[in-house]
């Protein structure tokens, strides 16, 4: 029996769910796998979509919400009615593209900071959807990043941690009202 997450593309006043934000300590901890996809589970997925679309979000993972477990939403056209959005649960990365690209990304955990992050242009990663299957998705530019930007924050890592620019880094963080002691770079 296929499951869907029926939500409304739309804001609400009061979103179910709130954000934590840079330098809050719950974006940094570890996540664990889901082991059981039950109601639990798909109402936590349906809270997140209904918070992300409240936000404007285009991806919200579970940590970002104080869930510490492996779980990411993503909807890069939420415009659209008929698109569908895509959850995963578990998700790994097993391939990605030697072909790497630069492009802007923000985060909902860091409102108003937009910068540059290298990453690669195409990636496969198997998850486990709503009804507990496991599935393999081969995506490549938007949908990619935004997948590859969640499943960081599964792993205690923020966009900001993948930025090469230390000097417009540390400009707009100021700026929104961020410290950089609270970036943690990645090789």
Do not use: W
Not at 23 to 38: F, I
Not at 133 to 149: F, N, T
Request: overall charge neutral; proline content about 5%.
């Amino acid at each position: 029996m296929a499951v869907s997450i029926e939500v409304d593309k739309k804001k609400l006043k009061k979103p179910p769910l709130s954000l934590h934000y840079l330098g809050d300590r719950v974006l940094r901890q570890p996540t664990k796998r889901v082991s059981k996809v039950d109601d639990e589970i798909r109402q936590l997925v349906r809270a997140m979509l209904q918070t992300m679309y409240s936000e404007d979000g285009i991806g919200l993972a579970a940590p970002q919400v104080a869930v510490q477990k492996q779980v990411i939403v993503v909807d890069t056209d939420p415009e659209d009615a008929a698109n569908q959005p895509l959850v995963l649960l578990n998700p790994k990365i097993t391939r990605a593209s030697k072909e790497l690209c630069t492009g802007q990304e923000g985060c909902l955990s860091i409102p108003g900071v937009y910068l540059d992050v290298v990453r690669p242009v195409a990636i496969e990663v198997t998850f486990k959807d709503i009804s507990g299957r496991p599935q393999k998705l081969a995506a490549s530019d938007l949908v990619a990043r935004v997948i590859q930007h969640e499943m960081d924050h599964l792993n205690g890592v923020v966009f900001v941690d993948r930025v090469e620019n230390a000097i417009a880094l540390n400009q707009e963080l100021q700026k929104n009202g961020f410290s950089a002691k609270d970036v943690q770079k990645v090789a």
